[in-house]
């Protein structure tokens, strides 16, 4: 019998557009055993969840070719998939360990430490338009997360991620390396990076980062792992 795979974009912005695919599986028992980094790979979004324990939100995350330990989007969206689908989880168990998640109106938010996201390279360019006319990453590094300030008074940046050591040529929207560029800003930010998407990050208590954005239903396919 195939099994459930939830479609989602996650940081879409507030006019609808952008977000970051993300394939959630609440239940990988349905899966049969099948090797989850096939699976992810096979799907081919950055990241694929695989939620091991929906009790107590005990869950697993894959790009196309490495499992990580900790990331942004996947965890904004399952946290916003078992909202809607109960129960809904006051805290999420990455590799990384507990994460707090809540909603706040039509923003759902996690709270993370920076210091476990992925090592990326933080590259500050002069300006949004530097960033625009990026074809890959400006150091050649492999995980390599661009930025710029679009206003810095007011906190926006304007952001692409190129990260093909993780199996992903440009990464629409990285919740993780939100926490380093707002644990970096020292102050709220609000992200603009890809093509239109959006993330929302603020500093918490000791070196903690909230990240937060809106997530949209795509669809509901079944998956046969076989």
């Known amino acids: 019998m195939p099994a459930r795979l939830d479609v989602l974009l996650v940081f879409v912005g507030p006019d609808g557009r952008g977000g970051n695919s993300l394939g959630v ?28 324990d929906r009790p107590t939100a005990r869950l697993r995350i894959f790009t196309p070719s490495v499992e990580l330990p900790l990331a942004g989007h996947p965890l904004v969206g399952t946290s916003w998939l078992m909202h809607r689908d109960g129960p809904a989880p006051a805290v999420l168990r990455p590799p990384a360990g507990e994460v707090s998640t809540w909603q706040e109106e039509d923003i759902t938010w996690i709270r993370a430490r920076p210091a476990d996201a992925p090592d990326f ?65 020292g102050r709220p930010v609000e992200i603009h990076q890809g093509s239109a998407s959006v993330i929302y990050a603020r500093p918490a208590d000791d070196g903690i980062v909230a990240v937060g954005g809106r997530v949209a239903a795509v669809e509901q396919r079944p998956y046969d792992a076989g």
């Open 25 to 52: 599986f609440l239940d990988p028992a349905e899966l049969g055993g099948a090797d989850p980094q096939r699976i992810a790979a096979d799907l081919g979004f950055s990241e694929t969840v695989f939620v091991d």
């Open 121 to 185: 390279d933080l590259a500050q360019l002069e300006s949004p338009e530097a960033i625009d006319v990026l074809d890959s990453s400006p150091d050649g590094g492999g995980k390599t997360v661009a930025w710029a300030w679009i206003d810095e008074a007011a906190g926006t940046m304007r952001v692409r991620a190129f990260l093909p050591d993780l199996g992903v040529p440009e990464d629409e929207a990285t919740g993780s390396a939100a926490l380093l560029l707002c644990a970096g800003a």
